[in-house]
């Protein structure tokens, strides 16, 4: 069996705020009513945590890579989990979920993930996304669906000055070189992080 590769092979900037492409990362889109209890007793079981609520990620990040389950739209999460398991934890949902109206799909290899993190990754952020990112308004735990410049994207806040941000692979090199690009030390707005002082 051949060895996952991503699609920017590592590829990493530092400027105003760190980024960093993740390594491999098994995602699975699943389908269905969030609110039956056959279904989240399923999903919850598998991922190991409570349904999010709207615009909520339940994440924990370790060595292997983030699990766990973003909410993504009324009848739709995306649940996160080692690369090497996520085909026998699609075909684990598949059995679990057989008989409910529900779909299970292995989107690992169809997805890129980045990290965005440092004092200024608020701002960094915030140059790209129609979304309020002042501290009050978005905290770690909070996950939005939205868009980065021309393309579709997703993202969470991990921790205070942390986001993992969510693409197609197919864009994945023009969201690395978007991000970068608003990282710049150039480019600093100083709006949500205070510039460095002598």
Known sequence: MSEPITALRGAAFDGLARVEECPPQGMITLRGDLAARPFARAVGTAAGVKLPGPNEARVEID???ATGLCWMSPDELLLLCPH???AAMEADLSRALSGQHALVVNVSDARAMF??????ARDVLAKLAPVDLAPSAFRPGMFRRTRLAQVAAAFWMEEDESFRILCFRSVAQYVF???KTAAHPASSVAFHAAPDRP
């Not at 990290?115 to 200024?120: E, K, N, T, V």
């Open 177 to 179: 070189d978007l991000v």
């Open 115 to 120: 990290r965005l993190s440092g004092r200024a």
């Open 63 to 65: 060595a292997a890579g």
């Open 84 to 86: 090497h398991e996520a």
